[in-house]
């Protein structure tokens, strides 16, 4: 006995690859990369390339765009996944149902990222400035840094490293997500 023919793809076949599943699937591999190239590679390659000032003009266009589609593409997620899975509504309050708990990893999410978009973003854009102007008025060439420079840049340090903490965090539920998912699938192939 032979085997069947196989199957041929057309356009049905692939329109057909259209589903919300393929849909989530995508929209999380976006966000994840995204977020694992801006956060380990794209700012380490710009940090060690460009002078100072034009690293810090790059960021701070950059990483507005980044969190904001954090923020939307982490949104689409979380609202597939409560369509997707009654039980959230229903067990909302308790983060020991599996479900439950990746919806509230989704939150998370769009709560870090939401913190660095319209809070820890905007202050640590603001102290940068005021350095960068305070640099050009002071003009210093023997190395010494005023105390109004010290406050600055402890400013600065302080609120960046709240903005990396929280974008961590974000990088490192969305990791946990996908790991969720991972499985599930594979679960559900066997």
């Not at 003009?57 to 939307?72: E, M, V």
């Not at 982490?74 to 997707?84: E, K, M, N, P």
């Not at 149902?97 to 990746?102: I, R």
């Amino acid at each position: 006995m032979s085997p069947p023919p196989p199957q041929q793809l057309s356009v049905a076949t692939l329109l057909s690859l259209v589903q919300p599943s393929g849909i989530y699937a995508l929209t999380y591999a976006f966000i994840y990369g995204t977020s694992v190239w801006l956060s380990f590679f794209g700012g380490v390659i710009a940090y060690k390339t460009l002078p100072r000032a034009q690293f810090s003009a790059l960021q701070h266009k950059t990483f507005p765009i980044y969190f904001g589609l954090s923020i939307g593409a982490g949104s689409a997620l979380l609202g597939a996944w409560t369509w997707a899975n009654p039980l959230v509504l229903t067990h909302y309050t308790n983060p020991l149902v599996p479900e439950v708990a990746q919806a509230y990893t989704l939150a998370f999410v769009i709560l870090m990222q939401s913190a660095n978009y319209f809070v820890i973003g905007p202050l640590t854009s603001k102290t940068m400035f005021q350095r960068m102007k305070l640099e050009k008025e002071e003009a210093k060439t023997d190395g010494s840094v005023s105390a109004e420079m010290k406050k600055l840049n402890s400013r600065f340090g302080m609120l960046h490293g709240l903005s990396s903490l929280a974008n961590l965090g974000a990088v490192l539920a969305l990791g946990f997500h996908g790991l969720w998912i991972g499985n599930l699938a594979s679960v559900k192939r066997v």
